[in-house]
């Protein structure tokens, strides 16, 4: 079985001058990227996400401050803490994300596979479970 937690280590280039973290699409990144999103100014004590994607990849990013991703699969759920600026946390289709403990200085980016489709979105959890064990019973 695949891992859950895949991360990319991105290239921080850079000196006394600043940093530079470079992402690109088939490189670094591995599917083309049709949708860039961040999100800012959120509730450290509100949770967001729940919901899974049947047919999205993503990459998420703090280029600043730190959040925690529980990640779940259907069978296995793991949590990570994404707090580096050159560290991306994958997240697969039909993976169920929920997104926690922001700090108050938070930006989440977000790259994805392909643009927003409200088609794509599973919000129910468990619905996702019948589909998602449904494909491996």
Known sequence: ?????????????????????????????????????FMTGMNPDTPRGFHAHKQLEQVAICVAGKCRFVLDDGFRKESYELNEINKGLYIGDMVWREMHDFSEDCVLLVLASEQFDEADYIRDYEEFLTIRRGEHG
């Open 1 to 37: 079985m695949e891992p859950l937690i895949k991360t990319f280590d991105f290239d921080l280039v850079g000196d006394e001058r600043g940093f530079l973290v470079a992402l690109e699409e088939n490189k670094n990144i591995p599917f083309s990227i049709k949708r860039v999103y």
